[in-house]
């Protein structure tokens, strides 16, 4: 009898465990924020550490950033991370603000390239991150179609590597994600660069499939954000915030 009751508790149990494991959306690496070769990174951290304190398991899924919400949207994932309000996704369904982007234009600085506004930005060859044009809004996606070539790439490092070759004239990239990936390329890639700040910072959400568990993650996450964890992640990662 009491191995029967055993049996049966470790069924119950196994049950649970598969009920609250979630099939998470995740662009590919982009480090420090997602370093998908080490299943890590900070966005992964905290909404791994929110959902574990709610009884969840997260287990990632890799995909290009593009294809995220259409998963989300078809039901094949239960979360997605980086969706904006601009994204093909009910906006009912996206969590609050959990990470927050600061978009740049890069150029080397041996091409003394000038830009104060989005529209000094025709005529040149631009790459930026995958989806770039909604996340960065109409305006952006208006002034680079009359560039002499621009392109979206999903592998943030040939953006890098690009612009440091000398093959394109402007990189569209977070900050930080240019800061990390460069260090692979040289050591000295941020003294031969103009960081041009044309963008406002860009907030990212969680996309959830389930509304409650949302409502409940965004509990967590400002209770998160209100503990020591949250500053140790930041300085983990070297996640730099400027403040402007």
Known sequence: MNRIILLTSLLLMSTVAQASSLVMAV???????VIADQDKGFELDLVRAILQ?????VDPVYVP????????????????LNMTER?????EQL???YVTYRNVVISLKVSRVKLDSLADMKGFSIVAFQNA??????????EVSDSRLYTELPDQS???????????????MDINIFRHISTKFRDDALDLVD???????????????????????????QAYRSSDQYPALIATYDIWQPGF
Do not use: C
Request: no cysteine; charged share 20%.
């Open 27 to 33: 662009g590919w690496t982009k480090p420090p924020y």
């Open 53 to 57: 304190n709610l009884g969840h398991q």
């Open 87 to 91: 994204m093909p996704v009910p906006h």
């Open 158 to 172: 040939k953006q890098v590597k690009m612009l440091l070759e000398g093959r394109i004239d402007l990189a569209v």
């Open 95 to 97: 969590s609050q603000v």
């Open 133 to 142: 044009s909604i996340v960065l809004g109409q305006e952006f996606a208006k």
């Open 65 to 80: 950033f593009g294809r995220s919400a259409g998963m989300l949207n078809h039901g094949q994932v239960d979360m997605a």
């Open 195 to 221: 960081i041009h700040w044309l963008f406002p910072p860009t907030g990212y959400r969680v996309g959830f499939k389930d509304k409650a568990l949302l409502q409940e993650f965004d509990k967590a996450l």
